[in-house]
């Protein structure tokens, strides 16, 4: 798929990807041993974060809702990033 056909999808497909991204991580981390599901956890609250702060973002238009929504999974993010640094 090139960088082309990408910029060509429309707000349905972004949520789509981005649903469909997010259900991929969520099964991904079910299970483990029982020190994991922590931070399985952290890691599925930074990707929901992270989506949502980035669907908000293609908004055509922010009003003081959309931006305050903005800031709180933005923040949400910078909560939960350290996650990544475990692995």
């Known amino acids: 798929m090139s960088n082309e056909e990408v910029c060509d999808w429309n707000g349905k497909d ?25 931070i399985f956890n952290r890691a599925i609250e930074c990707t929901r974060a992270w989506l949502e702060f980035y669907m908000s973002a293609q908004y055509q238009f922010h009003d003081d809702a959309a931006l305050s929504y903005m800031e709180d999974t933005l ?8 996650v990544s640094l475990l692995c």
């Open 14 to 38: 972004i949520k789509g990807i981005s649903g469909y991204l997010f259900r991929v991580v969520t099964q991904s981390l079910r299970g483990g041993s029982p020190a994991q599901p922590p």
């Open 75 to 82: 923040h949400r993010f910078h909560t939960f990033r350290d």
